[in-house]
């Protein structure tokens, strides 16, 4: 699991091309959000010289003692039972909209069932 987080670059020029993640190319907005669920993503601003022009999204992740209560509350994907090892943390409300960094609002899912939750709308309803 990376912990130094990823690096998520736009151009100040051009931000209608989105914005290029570290080692993945073009992401979307839904996908970077799916991402900070669980890793700390940065976003920066870029002018026409590459000079960062802004930083955005600070993290808020779980830390490990609440990584690990959820592992025991949960014991693995809330959605599909997929083991716990191939879950990771999400915020049912995006801490980006205001949800809290706290166990009422985190859960475990699975890769593929949290994709399936930011992408195709899923909602969780705890
Ligand atoms: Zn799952
Ligand atoms: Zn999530």
């Given at each position: 699991k990376p912990t130094n987080g990823l690096l998520w670059t736009w151009s100040a020029d051009n931000p209608a091309l989105g914005g290029d993640l570290q080692n993945m190319g073009a992401i979307t907005e839904a996908t970077a959000k799916m991402l900070s669920c669980d890793t700390t993503i940065t976003k920066i601003i870029l002018n026409t010289d590459g000079v960062p022009l802004d930083v955005g999204l600070k993290e808020r992740l779980f830390t490990p003692g609440q990584r690990k209560a959820l592992l025991v509350r949960?014991?693995?994907?809330?959605?599909?039972?997929?083991h716990a090892g191939r879950c990771q943390g999400h915020h049912v409300r995006h801490w980006s909209e205001?949800?809290?960094?706290?166990l009422d609002n985190g859960c475990l899912l699975c890769s593929s069932c949290h994709d399936d939750v930011h992408h195709h709308g899923w909602d969780i309803i705890m």
């Open positions: 949960d014991r693995g994907c809330i959605k599909c039972g997929a205001g949800g809290p960094t706290d």
